[in-house]
């Protein structure tokens, strides 16, 4: 083969390449959240349960639908803050994080390495590959993640932040122990309205964390 040819199809595989990839600003991704065996028999809140990830430039939502509870997360990776919503049967709340506990929290997982092992399979139309979490504090979790889909605004989901492309299938350990299996069913790549992540102005009991603990 002569060089120039050589040199015509790599770069012809890195535009291939490059083409398939796709920088995404705005999305919406519903996932199905399952509980392990020993789990799923005595917690029936968590049956049938819900995990929405959307992303609009530098905000992202994520609202988490149990049967008794809602929790929604508004995130703002620009002012560096987080705003937790929780809806108890009509009974609604609202927690304003501080900059310094977004920090916080992002430093735990800037140091997250995410190890490639090898293993692809399919989820909700998109090649995802396998990969090992490691943290810094030694503990792990999988995830598979498409490399098609880069996200605009990397601190869309602090866990991910070292991850090459979107997560569409993890695991969220719990205080047993066990591992809840999230697993993305829908990718929409629409427009994201605005509103979807404006703090609500009334109809909430602002509160601290430590109040609502106390509760």
């Known amino acids: 083969m002569s060089h120039r040819l050589f040199l015509t199809l790599l770069c012809l595989w890195i535009n291939v390449a490059a083409f398939a990839q796709r920088t995404v600003s705005d999305a919406k991704i519903t996932f199905k959240m399952e509980l392990p065996p020993e789990m799923a028999q005595t917690d029936a809140v968590m049956q049938d349960c819900k995990l929405i990830q959307y992303m609009r430039g530098h905000m992202s939502r994520v609202d988490i639908n149990f049967n008794i509870i809602n929790y929604t997360y508004l995130i703002n990776s620009r002012e560096e803050i987080t705003t937790t919503l929780i809806d108890q049967h009509g009974t609604k709340y609202l927690i304003?994080?501080?900059?310094?506990?977004?920090?916080?929290?992002?430093?735990?997982?800037?140091?997250?390495?995410?190890?490639?092992?090898?293993?692809?399979?399919?989820?909700?139309?998109y090649k995802?590959?396998?990969?090992?979490?490691?943290?810094?504090?030694?503990?792990?979790?999988?995830?598979?993640?498409?490399?098609?889909?880069?996200?605009?605004n990397k601190r869309y989901n602090q866990r991910f932040v070292n991850l090459n492309g979107i997560a569409l299938e993890f695991e969220i350990p719990t205080k047993t122990g066990g591992k809840i299996n999230v697993t993305a069913t829908k990718v929409e790549l629409i427009p994201i309205p605005a509103s979807y992540f404006d703090v609500p102005k009334s109809g909430y009991k602002e509160v601290s964390q430590q109040e609502l603990r106390n509760m």
């Open 96 to 125: 304003r994080g501080s900059r310094e506990q977004f920090e916080k929290d992002l430093k735990q997982y800037e140091g997250t390495k995410f190890v490639d092992q090898g293993e692809v399979k399919e989820i909700a139309g």
């Open 128 to 152: 995802c590959k396998k990969a090992i979490a490691k943290l810094p504090d030694s503990s792990s979790f999988v995830v598979y993640y498409t490399p098609d889909l880069i996200p605009e």
